[in-house]
């Protein structure tokens, strides 16, 4: 059955229940769209009932295809990199105030998507069942709060994990550092890196003293070459100075190369 553009998905809680609720879909259309929420994969779902959670929207759609992700909030918009990290890390947000809130199911293809969309949904889907009961009441409380905290062991697997790559990640730079703390440029420079205590290696002494007369006068030329200039910032300061001043005598000179030349060109007649 179809309402306003909307596919009607019938449900409810168990099969005690004598009515049911309905869910309203269809294609997910936006205009800027998201990363988290692609418009070709993603099923938008309205009307979701305050016991619905992630699991119990996944579980009436999962028959048409794998799917992804679910995302639940109170009112429709983009999902934000904020949400994504904060629903993929170990810790879950806070429960949102109880109410019917809005869904994104996002599928892993398009055409299982196409088949949701289409299906006429003739039966009603039973959410609470004895193999995938939804917790109500006081174990929903209990749940939420169990869910707040992550797993102490895979949290503890996960921090070691990292550390260790951190640790191998410093020992690395560092074993790369000195390597190349004693090593001599082209110009026979070496590098002094900081915290270093070695000493400069024979191999190295050896490069800079068994040079040619010839080779020695072109490195002290090059050194010469590159020596800082405008180290300081009075010497930037000074330099301009210079060069407005001679800017400005050689304005004054052409001025008075000018002046003599047109009073060599004046008519004469007698």
Known sequence: MDLGGFRVVRVKFDETC????????????????????????????????????????????????????????????????????TEESYFRPAPTAPGFRCGYVVFEDSQHLSRAAKDQYKDVVVLS????????????????????????????????????????????????AQETANEADEDGWVTVARGSKKSVSASTLSKTTQLTPKERRRLKKQQQEKELLH????????????????????????????????????FRPY
């Open 129 to 176: 069942t004895d193999a995938r009961p939804i917790a109500t009441g006081v174990a929903k409380w209990c749940q939420d709060y169990r869910l707040r905290w992550p797993d102490p062991a895979l949290l503890h697997r996960s921090t070691s994990d990292y550390l260790q790559t951190h640790e191998e990640r410093v020992a690395q730079e560092k074993a790369s």
């Open 18 to 85: 004598q009515s049911s609720h309905c869910l309203y879909i269809k294609k997910h259309v936006v205009r800027v769209e998201s990363e988290a929420t692609p418009p070709d994969r993603t099923l938008f779902v309205l009307n979701v009932p305050p016991y619905c959670d992630e699991d119990s929207v996944q579980r009436i759609f999962e028959r048409f295809g794998p799917i992804s992700a679910v995302y639940l909030r109170s009112k429709p918009g983009n999902i934000t990199a904020d949400e994504r990290s």
């Open 231 to 266: 180290f300081y910032q009075f010497q930037h300061r000074e330099t301009k100075r210079e060069q407005i001043a001679q800017l400005r005598k050689k304005f004054e000179e052409d001025k008075n190369k000018i002046a003599e030349l047109r009073a060599a060109r004046r």
